[in-house]
């Protein structure tokens, strides 16, 4: 289900119609982003984070997906090619902000966090962000 939603073809539409209509006739890139963040990582902002085996797995998608988006917006696609280029858009910004705040709240959450599998979870998905906006993992 999350591919459907984060995947580069439609956050392409979406960037498309934002432009075409000005951003406070549609629904943006980065409002999507939010609510899905808001509800997704919600547990994040609890006193002590405990995050479901379903949870993890949507977590995960979102961060393959998203991982997905930037890797598309690396580089133009081919001549002839029917993939959207991303490159001159605000795509990756929003999605690396996104990313950016994610991280933010799985780091304030560990601290707190008491559940093992949880706890591994959220060093997990810290580790992942880091690597894919290359951030010094020191």
Not at 60 to 85: C, F, H, R, Y
Not at 104 to 125: E, F, G, N, V, W
Request: proline share 4%; hydrophobic share 35%.
């Amino acid at each position: 289900a999350m591919f459907y939603i984060l995947n580069s073809a439609r956050l392409y539409r979406m960037y498309t119609e934002t432009m075409r209509y000005n951003k406070e006739q549609v629904y943006t890139i980065d409002e999507l982003l939010t609510d899905i963040n808001k509800g997704l990582w919600s547990e994040l902002r609890s006193a002590q984070p405990v995050i479901n085996t379903n949870r993890r797995a949507l977590q995960k998608s979102w961060l393959e997906n998203l991982n997905n988006v930037l890797k598309d917006a690396a580089t133009a696609p081919q001549p002839g090619s029917i993939a959207p280029d991303l490159t001159t858009t605000d795509i990756p910004a929003v999605v690396r902000s996104q990313m950016n705040e994610v991280l933010q709240l799985c780091k304030s959450a560990d601290i707190r966090c008491k559940d093992p599998m949880t706890k591994a979870h959220l060093q997990y998905i810290e580790a992942r962000i880091k690597k894919t906006l290359n951030i010094d993992q020191k």
